[in-house]
């Protein structure tokens, strides 16, 4: 990944909706050269999902729940699919630590939280144990990667 790849990149993930011509002016290239390159940024799998980003609050899932979860690993493949496959989970981690997982959650209050965990999550055989942290607020929230520029030597 060179500088315009970076540029390119980096712009369209903050303004997934901009024309042609504005992500070739940011990257300092062409129009036809900058589809090229960001053709081939979502050839390569860079680029893997063009999306819009709604707002929690306005659709109803105001509440962010981290739940942080211990696992057998009798079951513990079949359990991190199924969790997987629900809409309420935002993101599922392997975590080091005293806990085997980190999963974030948006529900629309805690009575849905509390069905959700009592009904989906507990029941798992490999679910060992839950512990739930609730976000009272979000400072920030993205899905913004930084890219990072390589280090050279001499430079």
Known sequence: MDEVDRKISDFVQRNGRASNAEIAEVAGVSVSTANERLRRLAGTGVVSQWRGVLDPQRVGAGLCVFVMIDMAYDGEEQACERLCQCDEVQELHHISGPHSYLM????????????????????????????????????????????????????
Do not use: C
């Open 104 to 155: 974030k959650v948006r529900v629309a209050d805690t009575r849905a939280l509390q069905d959700f965990i009592q009904t989906v999550v507990k029941p798992m055989k490999a679910v060992l144990k839950t512990e739930t942290l609730v976000s009272l607020s979000t400072q920030k929230e993205t899905s913004v990667v930084s890219i990072p520029v390589p280090y050279m030597a001499g430079g």
